[in-house]
């Protein structure tokens, strides 16, 4: 990273920080007190001192500090004397072996410390011999066999694990237990021990703990199970696992952790060695040896243990002897990691060593440490503090932060992350981001997203200048509704240079934003995971007025909390509850209460229990009718908006905006409403599962103009189904109905339920026309007809309803739906139904000889000329009285009328010819032919010369022809 050499004013400003390299900021905030220990400068200007415990337990009892137990050692004791520190991970325990070993050391005592990245065969081949050679200068006896045991495992674990395997089956028979196991049995066990064998030798959490065989395993793999039904799991993994280890080592002839430290113990005549484990965890296979070890009465033993680790790895220290003799401390109480070194009090002056260590190389921060304070001394002459001037002395060692910043930072954490090693590497993190310019400020960067901190500039200055929003919530001082920021920090991070934006004022020391929350109080922080409203209390450093509702407190409140809630939802259960409450709220807006199609009502009626969302983040994988939605897609500003309308939403539903939310920040909404919309379709409407039978390549629109063809079809039989008469009828405003001639005719060929099918087919017809005109439209009132024309060309209707399948259809879900009743799954297995019954129709409803009665009949008749005649007939006496009557009826019709009869007769006649589609058409126009009036009229008419005693029918056109001549002539 390059750094300007102008001082200050560089990118960091500080002259401090140009000159730092980074290897020295990671060695200095290194998650490892080992680390920094290593270099004793460094460990003893950063070092506090720690105060822990004494006992196994943190209720009532004294608490010591590091001093009083370093004091505890002595080198007149006789036998071996144990310190054991416990406590939760990063509470210190480090720290506190660090220091010990520091002091051990002065006073001229062998350390051999065992730090977190031993493990036994380490230990046993590595770090003991070492020491040895050390103090001894010479080789430690056995430690060649250790070193062949490691190099046997590394290149030929294949033989070591089957001695091992064959060798503790051996020992565990002849221990009582009856072992059942076959040869290929063993034969999978070896190859089991050999892959953990490999793994032995591999530095991590494994090699630290050596279990041939976990519990786990031990139930799951039927192989391994080579113990009798009645001995438990525990006690087979137990004993399966000391037998290979013991077996190892006896063919080895290695000596165990114990007796070499007992050997080693014995050599030293004039000092008592010590040795410093940082996690016991390392020395689990060998815990209970070396347990009795330490705790044993002889008082030719002279070992010094300092013993560090969890609860769960000390566990085995817990026997009445040793709680007798051992020295136990705790760092932490249970279930906490609070420490008695650290609170919000002393975060402040706890940091300070840490960043003044970057300042203190040329003296220009130094502290006087009387009493364990750290009070910062004056900058000499000559110093880079002394010749910069800039900072102010109640920040000075704690630049590029103030105050205010670190104790925000401690007490944003959870409490149960509040310990020494969190808080440090969180302030670490912050600094690294702005060390390494990916922000601009501190106050900026992404890390500190996470932690609750309620101090919250107005609206405008997150929408107009974030980084001064930012720059308020760590670096202020809030008063009444204005935050105050020393102006250094701003020009310090170079947020001047391009002049202050509107919404900020800048004065001679510093800039006024405007304020939006409540001002930092570390209880009210800390009670947010509780389930009680406690907004309406208050405390010194909160600022209300009588005049706020509970609604402002709530969102003042809140507010500040919106960029911790974006790095965790599910820590800040009340305002992930008001900002999905306004995501869901305007998603359901923007699609008209989640309707899948706008202007239709079809709509997937989401659970109330559910959003239509899943943070990307989200430990819960997003089910079929959710989204992923990612908060960051959201400006900060769109997020306080969405967050005051999801709590005015939840407490007063009246006051909440919907449209001002919309018009504000929309964009980005609509996008996920959109996706919302496109996802259900894919999935329910379009998706590879639904409706059409794995080979057919449809969709839902296909599906629709299919449903809309036939129920045209069966409304007006006559129309030509092309894609016009599709558009023409789409524009009339006649409500469906089967046509009741059709009625009249198809009843008598389909069953009451195959007839049921049609008419609820025709109930959806409102729906199924609103769907059309939503898909397939270019206006109110007209469709698309060259794109109906190609679709229906495509995917000719009647195919696609043939494509249907009963288990695709059962696939859609049964919240897709048109209102409460019309479901899509019901209307597609309607549609199933009615095509079946339609092929009934088309099988027996078409009349050959009808349809060619007509075509040589009708095709002749001029009813004007009919008419004449029919009136010259009534001057005649003799014409036989039904042929009168009936004539008289016929000659009512109109030419239109014998017309359409006509060009439908030759319509169907045209079909029958064709596919299926059309032959059903072609059945529905017979059948509506032979209901119609004016063929039913023609076809009434006794024709068969001039008397009533009928005969057989003739041809009509001319049989009338001679039947009037013979009269009129």
């Not at 793999?221 to 037998?243: C, G, I, T, W, Y």
């Not at 308020?472 to 020009?491: L, N, S």
């Amino acid at each position: 990273m390059s750094s300007s050499e102008e001082i200050p004013g560089g990118p960091l400003w500080c002259p401090h920080f140009q000159k730092i390299d980074e290897r020295t900021l990671r060695q200095l905030f290194s998650k490892v007190a080992a680390v920094r220990s290593e270099n004793r400068e460094l460990f003893d200007f950063t070092h506090r001192r720690i105060e822990v415990f004494r006992g196994t337990s943190t209720e009532d009892t004294e608490k010591w500090g590091e001093e009083r137990v370093y004091q505890l050692f002595s080198e007149d004791e006789l036998g071996n004397f144990v310190v054991v520190i416990e406590g939760e991970v990063g509470t210190g325990k480090s720290e506190l072996c660090a220091y010990l070993s520091h002091q051990l050391n002065d006073d001229g005592r062998p350390i051999l410390h065992i730090d977190k990245d031993d493990d036994l065969m380490s230990i046993l081949s590595e770090r003991i011999p070492e020491f040895y050679q050390e103090h001894f200068e010479e080789r430690l006896p056995g430690a060649s066999e250790f070193k062949q045991l490691r190099d046997d495992i590394t290149n030929n674990p294949q033989t070591v694990a089957n001695n091992a395997t064959s060798g503790a089956l051996l020992n565990l028979g002849r221990q009582g237990y009856e072992t059942t196991h076959t040869r290929e049995d063993e034969e999978a066990i070896r190859d089991f021990i050999q892959e953990k064998l490999q793994l032995l030798v591999e530095r991590g959490e494994y090699a630290r703990e050596i279990k041939f065989i976990t519990e786990g395993e031990y139930k799951q793999q039927e192989e391994l199970r080579v113990f009798p039904d009645q001995v438990s799991a525990d006690e087979a993994v137990e004993s399966f696992n000391k037998e290979l280890w013991r077996e190892i080592r006896d063919r080895y002839d290695t000596a165990s952790l114990d007796d070499v430290l007992e050997y080693v113990g014995s050599q030293f005549e004039d000092t008592r060695p010590v040795i410093v484990f940082e996690d016991f965890a390392i020395a689990s296979m060998e815990a209970e040896r070396l347990r009795n070890y330490m705790e044993r009465d002889k008082p030719d033993d002279n070992w010094d243990f300092i013993v560090a680790g969890t609860r769960d790895s000390t566990e085995v220290l817990h026997t009445r002897t040793a709680e007798d003799r051992f020295e136990f401390f705790q760092t932490n109480k249970r279930h906490s990691k609070n420490v008695l070194f650290l609170d919000e009090p002393s975060a402040v002056d706890f940091a300070r060593p840490y960043l003044g260590y970057i300042k203190a190389h040329d003296d220009s921060v130094r502290y006087d440490r009387e009493n364990g304070d750290f009070e910062l001394l004056p900058a000499p002459d000559g110093s880079l503090c002394a010749e910069c001037g800039f900072c102010d002395e109640a920040f000075r060692d704690l630049f590029p932060f103030n105050q205010a910043f670190l104790r925000r930072i401690y007490t944003g954490l959870d409490e149960s992350q509040q310990s020494p090693r969190e808080y440090i590497m969180e302030i670490f993190e912050v600094l690294e981001e702005w060390y390494e310019g990916h922000a601009k400020a501190p106050s900026s960067a992404s890390s500190l997203r996470r932690l609750r901190n309620t101090v919250s500039a107005a609206d405008e200055v997150y929408e107009e200048a974030e980084e001064f929003a930012d720059l308020a919530k760590w670096y202020g001082r809030v008063e009444d509704d204005q935050i105050t920021v020393d102006r250094r920090f701003a020009e310090a991070f170079h947020l001047l240079e391009d002049g202050a934006p509107a919404v900020v004022d800048v004065t001679d020391d510093g800039i006024i934003i405007p304020s939006a929350g409540v001002s930092p109080s570390e209880p009210e922080i800390q009670s947010e995971q509780t389930e009680e409203d406690d907004e309406e209390s208050s405390s010194t450093d909160q600022t209300t007025t009588p005049e706020k509702s509970r609604v402002e407190k709530l969102i003042e409140k809140h507010n500040g909390l919106v960029d911790s809630w974006l790095e965790n939802p599910e820590e800040y259960a009340k305002t992930n509850r008001f900002i999905r409450q306004g995501l869901r709220d305007a998603i359901e807006h923007l699609t008209d209460g989640f309707k899948l199609y706008e202007g239709t009502k079809l709509e997937y009626r989401l659970s109330s229990q559910k959003d239509p969302f899943v943070y990307v983040e989200s430990d819960d994988s997003p089910e079929i009718d959710q989204i992923l939605l990612d908060r960051r897609d959201f400006r900060r500003s769109d997020l306080r908006k969405i967050l005051k309308y999801g709590i005015r939403r939840v407490e007063e539903p009246r006051s909440a905006d919907v449209d001002s939310l919309l018009t504000e920040c929309g964009t980005q909404l609509m996008y996920y409403a959109l996706q919302w919309r496109q996802m259900l379709i894919e999935e329910y409407l379009n998706g590879e599962k639904v409706f059409y039978k794995g080979s057919a390549d449809y969709d839902f629109t296909d599906f629709v103009l299919a449903t809309y063809v036939h129920l045209v079809m069966l409304d007006s039989p006559w129309r030509n189904i092309d894609a016009t008469a599709i558009n023409e009828r789409f524009s009339e405003d006649d409500a469906f109905s089967v046509d009741p001639h059709l009625e009249e005719q198809i009843t008598e060929i389909l069953s009451q339920e195959e007839y049921d099918h049609i008419k609820t087919a025709m109930d959806s017809a409102d729906h199924i026309e609103a769907m059309v005109g939503k898909l397939l439209g270019v206006s109110g009132g007209s469709l698309d007809v060259p794109k109906i024309r190609r679709r229906l060309g495509r995917n000719p209707p009647y195919e696609v309803l043939d494509m249907l399948g009963r288990q695709y259809i059962a696939e859609i879900d049964s919240r897709v739906r048109f209102g409460q009743e019309a479901y899509v799954r019901s209307i597609a297995d309607t549609m199933y139904d009615v095509r079946q019954a339609l092929e009934e129709v088309a099988d027996h409803g078409y009349d050959r000889e009808l349809i060619e009665e007509i075509n040589s009949e009708f095709s002749t008749l001029n009813m004007t000329r009919v008419s004449e005649l029919v009136s010259n007939l009534r001057t005649y006496d003799n014409v036989n009285p039904d042929l009168q009557q009936e004539l008289t009826k016929f000659v009512d019709f109109s030419q239109a009328d014998v017309d359409k009869a006509v060009e439908a007769a030759d319509t169907a006649d045209t079909l029958r010819m064709e596919n299926t589609q059309d032959q059903i058409q072609a059945a529905l126009i017979s059948l509506k032919l032979a209901a119609t009036p004016v063929v039913k009229r023609f076809r009434s008419v006794p024709i068969d010369g001039a008397s009533s005693n009928g005969g057989h029918r003739g041809g009509l056109g001319e049989r009338f022809k001679e039947v009037s001549d013979h009269y009129v002539s």
